[in-house]
């Protein structure tokens, strides 16, 4: 079986590993040999040793070996008793054995322990290269595996959220249907319509989501106004900003007492999407010191939601508005305007 180097380093070249050999010229040279397919390997002189950097290695990494290289005879621990323990911890764990023909009483053992391959001293390269292509295609398939099962398993928990909030949504659209309809032969207005329900349903499902993602607006913000300089802007921080804004509209817009500033911040965004930011330095901080100083009276907005009842909840919507509106007037370039929030969709 003739493999070429360029298909083992395929699999082989981000994998991590552990060699353990007692003989200090051997380990020194053939470490040197073992560097070159991997990402990176530590040495052990015992298998006390060894098994000692195995744990270390977990604790430290949260993640073991990916393959472990070992001599089997060797003073204070032979191989064979490390890769038992070794396989204790991790039943799954990759093992090569390198052996010296006087070692075959300890084949069966090996065996047992269900290593992944052998490799005679003195190392010949045909040898080393048809054990590493098949024991570093296991490994890699093994980890392609499991991100595949991590990834599904993210994408499940984020359909999920997405689910329970439609629901949520539904729910609460439902009950406002319902209480329009049992209305309609007396009109309530609307500053009048009791939302305590749906006011304790956000409370206690989505007010720690959004201070979540108030945390890491207000965050990137400073960013985004420390680094303004001349036409230099830190856009990761300023697309971190906006796709925040845009998670916490998706949140607010599902209740009604939040109507008015759910428009407001959606108005900004579209605007935001569909013209550049002005080049003028100056305005560019005025903006966005009026957008911290929004930020601000958001953070606020936030404490005055966590006591309020419903006949509060909107008294600092006027403030938050009026910093939006005059935002979204700076990027366009107006100067006292009104601009009604809500008079373009977001999507």
């Not at 080393?128 to 991100?147: E, G, R």
């Not at 906006?242 to 509209?249: E, V």
């Not at 929004?294 to 938050?320: M, P, R, W, Y």
Request: proline share 1%.
């Amino acid at each position: 079986m003739n493999v070429d180097n360029k298909v083992i380093l395929e699999n082989s070249k981000f994998l991590n590993v552990l060699y353990v050999e007692d003989d200090d010229i051997l380990r020194d040279v053939t470490a040197k040999l073992f560097v070159n397919f991997f990402n990176s390997i530590d040495t052990a002189v015992d298998g006390a040793q060894g098994y000692e950097k195995y744990q270390k290695y977990y604790k430290e990494n949260g993640e073991y070996y990916d393959i472990v290289l070992s001599d089997i005879k060797m003073p204070n621990m032979n191989g064979i008793e490390m890769s038992a323990k070794i396989k204790k911890l991790h039943f799954e764990q990759a093992i090569i054995f390198i052996t010296a023909f006087n070692e075959v009483e300890y084949l069966h053992q090996a065996i047992e322990l269900g290593v992944n391959g052998f490799l005679n001293k003195p190392i010949e390269m045909k040898q080393l290269k048809k054990v590493f292509y098949l024991t570093t295609q296991i490994v890699a398939d093994k980890k392609l595996l499991k991100s595949y099962y991590c990834t599904i398993e993210d994408l499940n928990i984020q359909l999920q959220e997405k689910n329970d909030r439609l629901v949520k949504s539904t729910r609460i659209i439902e009950t406002i249907t319902h209480r329009d309809s049992m209305n309609k032969a007396s009109p309530v207005k609307s500053d009048e319509i009791d939302y305590s329900s749906e006011l304790e349903e956000f409370k206690s499902e989505d007010f720690n989501y959004i201070k979540e993602i108030y945390n890491e607006i207000d965050a990137s913000l400073i960013n985004v106004v420390n680094s303004i300089e001349g036409n230099s802007i830190d856009t990761e921080s300023l697309d971190v900003v906006f796709s925040g804004f845009k998670n916490y509209i998706s949140v607010i817009s599902i209740y009604p007492f939040f109507n008015d500033l759910s428009k407001a911040l959606n108005h900004l965004i579209v605007t935001i999407e569909h013209n550049e930011l002005p080049a003028d330095e100056e305005t560019r901080k005025n903006i966005f010191m009026i957008l911290e100083s929004f930020v601000f009276v958001l953070g606020n907005f936030h404490q005055e939601l966590s006591q309020s009842e419903t006949d509060t909840i909107n008294k600092l919507d006027a403030s938050i508005i009026n910093d939006i509106n005059t935002v979204t007037n700076m990027w366009l370039n107006k100067e006292d305007e009104d601009i009604e929030a809500g008079e373009m969709e977001f999507f």
